[in-house]
């Protein structure tokens, strides 16, 4: 593959992640804590969603003890990493779409 094409293909990548994060910072968006690092943090964020009910979709950032965090995206589909529905926001803009708008 050329060094053109790789380019190319670079620049669309960033613009569709770009493209899912301006659709994803219009959702509703909630944070809580990890309590123990026995504790993944999609159990945290499972438990956060279950205790609160909580409807999709949202955004999930859960803050790890070590300061760092982690972010998930609440859909009607279950919950995902929101990395993935960055980079794979068409397959959430019908039930994100009423609410950007």
């Known amino acids: 593959m050329s060094k053109r094409i790789r380019q ?3 620049r669309y990548h960033l613009r569709r992640r770009l493209h899912g994060k301006v659709l994803l910072s ?3 968006s909630f944070s809580c804590y990890q309590q123990n690092y026995q504790e993944k943090t999609c159990t945290t964020a499972r438990k956060f969603i279950r205790n609160n009910n909580i409807q999709s979709p949202c955004v999930i950032t ?4 070590s300061g760092s965090e982690d972010k998930f995206f ?3 589909n279950g919950l995902f990493s ?3 529905a960055v980079e ?9 779409a009423p609410l950007a708008s």
């Open 8 to 10: 190319k293909l670079g």
């Open 26 to 28: 219009k959702v509703t």
């Open 62 to 65: 859960v803050l790890k003890i």
């Open 74 to 76: 609440l859909s009607n």
């Open 82 to 84: 929101y990395k993935y």
């Open 88 to 96: 794979n926001h068409k397959l959430f803009s019908p039930e994100i």
